[in-house]
């Protein structure tokens, strides 16, 4: 198969080129870069997934896609000009991909998105069919959503809900790390909220599995089936690197150093990858103990 990927330098995307590469699929990376960093075997092709160009033909000519673009959300304070590119980086890209493969080329797109889409919550256990929420983030997610499943009258259209992201080489781990190397880290404030995390390896394995599988369509939650409250993320990263995890962040200290973010990193929803398990993905990493041995200890 020929799949064309954007957002191939970020880090899920590069694991997804790689995966796909070792499957034997033909990757089309498109890049803003005229020589990006790519598995090898994948093509580049240098556009902005922004703005029309020559790219949209080469998506055309293509079997199915795969959408990452997007600029980080944790990049940096949400000051208005950073919200409107968060919102354009991931709602404009998903509308020039859409209005491609409304009318031509691949009849298959994975999409992007992420938990944000259910906004904070508490203890509500939130599989697929759970309501959107109604902040910053969450409106995002439901925009690029919207404009994705815009392709779904001719093409299989898949929004793969993303939560945490544990990697070894980036992603939110090595900021989580940080504290616990110099014996201060610990929750953020009492640590109650959940976090919805997925390793790497499942992450792009799941979206290399909505792929291939006819019956994966509409929102598919990227988070391992055991999420767990920060606390005990705390902990278990503590127990990994032999580090004290009692020490807690204060969540004023976080909206004082964040402003918006702070809702980001001090709340969080209790995701469930329900879709996934009862279509039969099998997850390497279901736990998070085992996860951070993975990616800590090896």
Known sequence: ????????????????????????????????????????????????????????DELAACDACIHLAGEPVAAGRWTPER????????????????????????????????????GARKDEVLD??????????????????????????????????????????GGALPRLLLPFRFYLGGPVGTGEFWQSWIHLADQAGLIAWALENSEVAGPLNATAPEPARNRDLAR???????????LSVPVWGLRL??????????????????KALMLGYRFRFP?????LADLLCA
């Open 236 to 246: 278990a990263i503590g127990r990994a690197l032999r580090r004290p995890s009692a």
């Open 83 to 118: 919200k409107r590119s968060i919102r354009a980086s991931r709602v404009e890209s998903a509308r020039r991909v859409a209005e491609v493969m409304s009318s031509r080329g691949p009849r298959v797109l994975v999409s992007g998105s992420g938990v944000g889409y259910y």
């Open 128 to 169: 697929e069919a759970a309501a959107p929420g109604s902040d910053f983030l969450a409106s995002v997610c439901r925009e690029w959503e919207e404009t994705a499943l815009s392709a779904a009258g001719r093409a299989r259209v898949v929004v793969v809900r993303t939560g945490l992201v544990l990697a070894r080489g």
């Open 1 to 56: 198969m020929r799949v064309f990927v954007t957002g191939a330098t970020g880090l899920i995307g590069g694991e997804v080129c790689r995966l796909l590469v070792a499957a034997g699929h033909e990757v089309v990376a498109l890049s803003r870069s005229s020589r990006p960093r790519l598995p090898a075997l994948a093509r580049a092709v240098q556009g902005n997934p922004v703005a029309s160009g020559a790219w949209q």
């Open 257 to 274: 150093a964040l402003g918006e973010l702070s809702s980001v990193v001090a709340t969080g929803q209790r995701v469930i990858p329900q």
């Open 287 to 291: 736990a998070l103990e085992p996860a």
